[in-house]
């Protein structure tokens, strides 16, 4: 994988595209960076608090080639709040303090000058892009120099950076400076679903079967911390459009360049902890041949695109196993990103009838079974358990509140989203679903974050990954139920 890896950079440095597992996760340059989880301590009035729980997104251009990037904020529920264009030069790095966004501190987003630079834009409105003028931002042409100890050996060069003449693109307006006027409006977007969600709907018909006032971590949520989401994307000019813009103008925009990297990091100063876990690189191709249904299949569909669903961006995992603890004072919580949200708002229940399964281990092997055969869901069900998964973006104690098949102390969970779940009949699916997992891990003042092992992803597999097979082999494509 190492060498894998080294390859992948390389071919990254010269501009090219470089592919490591297309359709399996795997932390190499993409040409679409999702921020699956962004968490910010706030106060009531949901001013972020300075020395809370924070999180900073890093991006890197890691080619020599210069890139605009657009980077597009949802709300938990998916709707749609701000988005904004940046610009890298070859080998440039942009970092984000996802605080400064709510609090309008936008000075601190420019990648090419520590000062206000020319032209600097102020926002035109939420949901839309900046307008003023353009600048340029200024980098040294002059090739890096090698060094270590094989440097002595001869030449060794990789291209000099590329500058970006941003003016060369239409519509570029880089926000900039402290525009605190907008911060409500942005903190009220985010906010907006962050509400407690007691009752759900089991059926998904009405009437139907409802489990009302559910004790579980959504029956008391509210907007402290804040939690959201965000996607960037390398693009070939600046815009101002959301992919559900309608008739689809946004997918125009998209590069195929596989050249950005990055992380993100959660801060906590007063607890003095942190994690962190690499953004979910999402590569594109034009000549890797699969079932066409990629990341961004569901926004096309969504935004009226129903003949061209089809994208050239690797598809995201459908099932997942995790490891989880209960004992020795350590707690558990998964994190689980999908590409759609799961609520009826009239009247506000979450829907309970999507289709997600788990399966719980514990260390002696032991699973539990429901005793019950009430039904009111469909003919695969047994008792009904409430969707503690409705957001696109959630994270989640694994206790037995939240879960009543865990099992007690330690051991592991297969969660199996649609379509890996056999015998579905398609009438509550959601269409192309996606997901992606991780877990935290807490004891006393140390945490720290993994991503979930991804078992399953039928858009790049297909039906050879449906349950009650997964990615398990013994090496000669013999699958191991």
């Not at 080639?65 to 701000?82: E, F, G």
């Not at 815009?239 to 990297?261: R, V």
Request: aromatic share 16%; charged share 15%; net charge negative.
């Amino acid at each position: 994988m190492k060498k894998t890896i080294i390859l992948a950079l390389a071919l990254a440095l010269l501009g090219g595209a470089a592919y490591a597992n297309f359709g399996s996760r795997d932390n190499v340059p993409a040409s679409t960076l999702l921020v699956p989880y962004i968490v910010i301590d706030t106060n009531a009035a949901g001013t972020p608090d300075p020395t809370g729980y924070q999180t900073l997104t890093v991006v890197t251009n890691v080619s020599s080639i210069k890139q605009l990037i657009h980077i597009t904020v949802y709300a938990a529920d998916s709707s749609p709040v701000i988005d904004f264009d940046e610009v890298l030069s070859g080998y440039d790095v942009w970092s984000i303090n996802w605080r400064d966004l709510v609090t309008g501190d936008f000075e601190h987003f420019d990648t090419g000058s520590a000062t206000n630079p020319a032209g600097a834009a102020t926002p035109g409105g939420l949901k839309g892009f900046w307008t003023a003028p353009t600048y340029t931002a200024t980098v040294s042409a002059v090739s890096p120099s090698a060094w270590g100890p094989t440097a002595n050996r001869g030449a060794q060069t990789i291209p000099p950076p590329i500058d970006i003449d941003a003016g060369s693109n239409a519509g570029c307006g880089f926000p900039w400076g402290y525009l605190g006027v907008y911060s409500p409006a942005i903190i009220q977007e985010l906010q907006a679903p962050l509400v407690p969600w007691p009752n759900q709907d089991t059926t998904c018909i009405k009437p139907g079967s409802y489990i009302t006032n559910w004790g579980g971590w959504l029956s008391t949520l509210t907007a402290q911390p804040l939690f959201f989401y965000a996607i960037i994307d390398s693009v070939n000019a600046c815009n101002g459009d959301f992919p559900d813009t309608a008739l689809g103008d946004y997918w125009k925009y998209l590069t195929q360049l596989n050249t950005l990297a990055g992380d993100d990091f959660y801060l906590d100063f007063e607890t003095n902890y942190s994690e962190s876990l690499p953004t979910v690189n999402i590569e594109s191709s034009s000549d890797i041949d699969y079932n066409y249904v990629g990341f961004y299949s569901a926004y096309k569909a969504d935004s009226g695109n129903l003949d061209n669903y089809e994208d050239n961006h690797e598809p995201l995992p459908t099932a997942w196993a995790f490891n989880y603890f209960q004992n020795g004072g350590v707690t558990t919580e998964v994190g689980v990103w999908k590409n759609y949200d799961d609520f009826e708002f009239l009247p506000n229940y979450v829907l309970g009838c999507q289709p997600y399964i788990y399966f719980a281990f514990d260390e002696s092997e032991n699973s539990r079974a429901s005793q019950s055969q009430t039904c009111p869901s469909g003919t695969y069900c047994l008792q009904p358990e409430p969707n503690v998964f409705p957001f696109q973006t959630q994270k989640v104690a694994v206790n037995q509140t939240n879960f009543d098949g865990l099992m007690s102390g330690n051991g592991w969970m297969l969660l199996v989203f649609d379509p890996s779940i056999y015998g579905q009949d398609g009438a509550y699916n959601d269409t192309y679903l996606q997901t992606y997992v991780f877990v935290k891990y807490n004891f006393g003042g140390f945490t720290t974050m993994n991503e979930a092992t991804e078992m399953s992803n039928v858009w790049w597999q297909g039906n050879s990954q449906m349950m009650p097979y997964f990615n398990t082999y013994n090496g000669l494509n013999t699958y191991y139920e």
